[in-house]
């Protein structure tokens, strides 16, 4: 189930560019789908064919009508579109919510089928075996830079093992789709010559500009950048040259190191080496990009003995190196995706916050300078970054706006006398949002409310799975009795947001922090389960007591705290603070799910909880992420308020 999840959630996002920016709307259709087949257990002796076949039509569906490019609406995280292709997004998302919905339904039965028959934490604890097996899998595929056929083929192994069809026909049900999934991915994999990043599908066209070669490179159908000589780049475009000329320390050629964070395909590298650079760290989150620029970039700066590559991300780079800058270069950071499993937390968001230049700050030498460049399109963004940037170094920059598109390009030196402004800031205009920060990073979100988009998506979501849940498991009052394990779903849901998150911020938002937190999660649940199985553990009274302590040291330990630690303490203490309500309120589950009369019920009341925390984890871009420990704590109370007497003494 979670391989198959994982695996939605990658290729649909690639395809469907709606999905890049709302990667959690895949996540909470798997979440429904699951909580319904656990539901739907006993209700059929059936073997769930439909689950391949709908499958095999998602696909096709979205293979034949994708969705390239759609950034148009303000107010939500994302910008610059131009121009939209494929169904709209009201007509398709609610499409891919259904169908990945009903997807997971077939599988869900499958795995609530075994729970009647083991004893219930027995059950529990092999589906967390198989969900750490599923994201390592996945993990691994990701590390290979496998495309989706790898992943459809597994897939299709994986129906064929769990439903062991036992004749011909029912051998036929499962084939077909299966062909025609492994079909659609095989012409995906080998037609259109995508490269599969941990983050994006990447592809590639050459052609010439005014007699210059130049390779365009689009991620998830979304042109992204090119490779160009950096001569011509400088000549086309005056924003690439900008922060040279308005930082003192470039213009009297002392240029000894310079830090580019989204170095890319390498043409911004190219530059500054063409500028005198003489030592250059290159930091490029994503590995296909850095190394379709060092086979590819006409200038070959990967190549220059002067530049040093990091795959990392960029807050994560300044966090833990020591080195000191004569200029710091945010070089256009657009990642035009999410973090997985964060409904608004963007690959690049922690690179634009107060504390994020504070930090380029303290890397810069005496005299150095810190710059960013980028389309931004919209005045009050480039006003937002460039009152950040004053913020964080105590004076205004300079701001040159530079060409179509909203470019601009923000310079603030390390003192006013190390930036060289063709003429004062006039400071931001009236009504600009506040600069962003680490608990609330959500840099293109103007307002201080959820956008009406996501609100009248997430009703209808809930909407439609009320009525789903009315239909497959009938009236709601059966599940009334696990209604506190509902809110041990919606309040884990949340923990495992905030973890999420705070990772990203400590470690980097890249893949492989991102595949570890995930799996993280998922053994800190089993190991609650172990200890429950295998130990007297205290009362449930006792263990909400533990969670409500948890909850607290996560609220007052700042960030700040956290990343002023070197990593071999950091690492230890993050885990400890991020994991303890989780592994406590997961004994409490073990606990609880352990007395009930119906297993398969008690799962899906949970599993359905996870989904509406899903939806509530959007009460960050009003509260901030560590807000959500105040509502997760709120949940817990009412979970603990909701316990059934007979429950509360168990030991």
Known sequence: MLFLELSLIRWTGSNVVHLSYFTNFVLLGSFLGIGLGFLRVGRTKRQPYYSPVLLAVLVLVISFFPVHVNREATGILYFTSLETSGPPAWLILPVIFVVVALVLMGPAELVGQCFPKLDRLEAYRWDLVGSLCGIVLFTLLSFLSAPPLAWGLVVAIGYFVVMRPQRILTGIALAVPALLVIAALAVETFSAGALWSPYYKVTTKAFQQQGVDVLDIQVNGIPHQQAIPAAKRLEWEQQYGMPYQRSVAAGSQRLDDVLIVGAGSGTDVAISLLKGAKSVDAVEIDPKLREIGGASHPDKPYSDPRVTTHINDGRAFLERTDKKYDLILFALPDSLTLVSGASSLRLESYLFTEQAMEAAKEHLKPGGAFSMYNYYRETWLIDRLASTAQAAFGHKPCVDFT????????????????????????????????????????????????????????????????????????????????????????????????????????????????????????????????????????????????????????????????????????????????????????VVFAKRFTDTDDSTTAFGANLLGAMVGGCLEYAALVLGYNSLLIVAGLLYLGAFVLLPRTARALT
Not at 446 to 475: C, D, H, K, M, N
Not at 517 to 531: M, Q, S, Y
Not at 561 to 581: E, G, H, K, N, Y
């Open 403 to 586: 060409g179509w598109g909203g470019q601009a390009v923000i310079t603030a030196g390390l003192t006013p006398a190390d930036q060289a402004c063709a003429g004062e800031w006039g400071g931001a205009a009236a009504g600009t949002p506040a600069p962003t920060s680490d608990d609330r990073p959500f840099l293109y979100l103007s307002t201080g409310s959820i956008p009406s988009l996501y609100i009248f998506a997430l009703g209808l979501i809930l909407l439609v799975s009320l009525f789903a849940v009315r239909v497959v498991a009938g009236p709601f009052r059966q599940m009334r009795p696990y209604a506190d394990l509902f809110l041990l779903g919606v309040g884990f849901m949340l923990l495992e947001t905030k973890s999420i998150t705070g990772f990203a911020l400590l470690f980097g938002t890249t893949w492989v922090v991102n595949a570890i937190v995930f799996a993280g999660v998922l053994v800190a649940v089993l190991a609650a389960v172990e200890v429950t199985r295998r130990f007297r553990t205290p009362s449930l009274p006792v263990m909400y007591g533990v969670i409500a302590v948890g909850l607290v040291v996560g609220w007052l330990v700042p960030n700040s705290w956290l990343l002023s630690l070197p990593l071999a303490l950091r690492i230890p203490v993050a885990v400890a603070i991020a994991f303890l309500p989780i592994f406590a309120a997961n």
